[in-house]
């Protein structure tokens, strides 16, 4: 039996990324970009957690992806996403966006909207790369209701906790853990906004809000 093993990654130690003087700040919790680090390139079938931060008018111009499951959660503000697929959404606080760029898809994300957006934009590997691009979102996705992703082999919790509340982590090969709000304790570790944990072999975890309640997002992974 695998020994349940945390490994705690903070904040402040995410990869700086954007273009600051386009109103674009990333912050990236695997090697990204210019950011290349050999022991730092994955955690399960997880490539990618971006924190992206778009002023009004900001955005990415249109551009490639391929053999990626990209999986998009809105902390605040709106995004507008069009694709070469012919989707045209606007993301808003509560939704899951899917776009699965199998063979390849290019798209656009933007700020179309007056106030900052804030998102956490997360890459995973497909089981089977190649097929046919596609598209999904999910309005105001509830809590009792993970967000499958079988092409990943992966499951999306979300966790939005009073305080106090606790909610258990999923018995997995591979659980990662994102707080976007407030404060959550995960054993001995006490995560705030942009703190992550990589959990292997996860038996009998508990998140335990903060006295200010937590949002937090948790991947369930069957292997990497």
Avoid: K
Wanted: aromatic content about 6%; overall charge negative; proline content about 6%.
């Amino acid at each position: 039996m695998t020994a349940t093993t945390i490994s705690v990654h903070r904040a402040g130690d995410r990869y700086p990324g954007g273009e600051p003087d386009a109103g674009i700040t990333s912050r990236h919790a695997f090697s990204f970009g210019g950011h290349y680090d050999p022991d730092n390139l994955r955690f399960g079938a997880l490539l990618a957690c971006n924190e992206e931060h778009l002023a009004p008018g900001a955005g990415f111009a249109e551009h490639p992806h391929s053999h990626t499951e990209i999986v998009t959660w809105v902390v605040s503000g709106e995004l507008t996403h069009r694709d070469s697929a012919g989707h045209a959404t606007v993301v808003r606080r509560g939704d899951v966006q899917r776009l699965s760029a199998a063979s390849g898809v290019r798209h656009v994300e933007r700020n179309d909207g007056t106030e900052p957006l804030v998102f956490v934009q997360m890459w995973l590997a497909p089981r089977d790369p190649g097929g046919a691009p596609s598209y999904e979102i999910v309005r105001g996705i509830a809590d009792a209701t993970p967000y499958e992703l079988p092409e990943a082999g992966a499951l999306l919790h979300v966790h939005r906790l009073a305080a106090g509340e606790r909610a258990a982590l999923p018995e997995a090969p591979f659980a990662y853990v994102h707080a976007v709000r407030g404060e959550a304790a995960l054993g001995e570790a006490l995560l705030t906004p942009g703190d992550s944990a990589r959990v292997t072999g996860s038996r009998g975890l508990e998140l335990v809000a903060g006295g200010a309640g937590a949002e937090v997002l948790v991947w369930e992974m069957a292997g990497g």
